[in-house]
């Protein structure tokens, strides 16, 4: 299975405010997963990120708010951009590989 | 629209005692059913269950598929306080490379 190093674990940041959530995997796959997990909720699937094309949305999710870059096979970043305490949540990015599913370490933001 | 059910959403057990996890679920093109086991941030692993696999065993924990009621179950035996943990119940649908569909979870509690 993948191995996907994860940054930052955790960040408080002020309202208004962006963070660049990074992802690195250490091997070449196609499809990356970025989830979110609110306090006390289930991971929602926020969006998934192709190589070389653009990110695609789920429901509810915009570009603007979580902008997605994937320049190669092995990175990818998700954008929290102009937060409010309702971003606080845990960010996940995961990816499949010979079928199986891994997790990033997560990042827990607080935004106050 | 693709769903997964998971139920109790907590539950609290003496250490030595057995647990039954259910998960239900309504997905179009069902392809697999995961478990997973979330302690701090980011899900571990635990079982993979198809329709050429529909039990699984590791140590004291195991897993059944019933492809007919849509549903599985996740069994722990003699529970100790190493297994309190939120559990998560994840569907695969549709084509390969598609993200998972996670239900809320179980947030299992042992006490000593």
């Known amino acids: 299975s993948a191995v996907i190093s994860q940054k930052p674990s955790r960040d408080i940041c002020q309202r208004g405010t962006s963070l660049t959530i990074q992802c690195q995997v250490d091997?070449?796959?196609?499809?990356m997963f970025w989830y979110r997990q609110q306090p006390g909720q289930s991971l929602t699937l926020i969006a998934t990120?192709?190589?070389?094309?653009?990110?695609?949305?789920e429901s509810g999710f915009v570009i603007d708010k979580f902008p997605i870059s994937r320049p190669n096979l092995t990175f990818s970043t998700l954008t929290v951009s102009n937060m409010s305490p309702e971003d606080s949540s845990i960010y996940l990015c995961?990816?499949?590989?010979?079928?199986?599913?891994?997790f990033g370490s997560g990042t827990r933001l607080t935004v106050v | 629209e693709d769903k997964v059910v998971q139920s109790p959403l907590s539950l609290v057990v003496h250490e030595g005692d057995t647990v039954t996890l259910n998960c239900s679920y309504e997905?179009?093109?069902?392809?697999?059913l995961l478990w997973y086991k979330q302690e701090k941030k980011a899900p571990t692993f635990l079982f993979m269950l198809?329709?050429?696999?529909i039990e699984k065993k590791s140590g004291r924990l195991s897993s059944i598929l019933d492809k007919k009621e849509l549903s599985s179950i996740l069994n722990i035996t003699a529970t100790q306080t190493g297994d309190s943990a939120i559990y998560l119940c994840a569907v695969k649908a549709n084509q390969a490379g598609t993200a998972l569909i996670f239900g809320k979870g179980t947030t299992l509690s042992v006490s000593s």
């Open positions: 091997s070449q796959v196609t499809m």
């Open positions: 198809t329709s050429s696999g």
């Open positions: 997905v179009t093109n069902f392809r697999s």
């Open positions: 995961s990816v499949v590989v010979d079928y199986g599913y891994t």
């Open positions: 990120a192709n190589q070389g094309s653009e990110a695609t949305y």
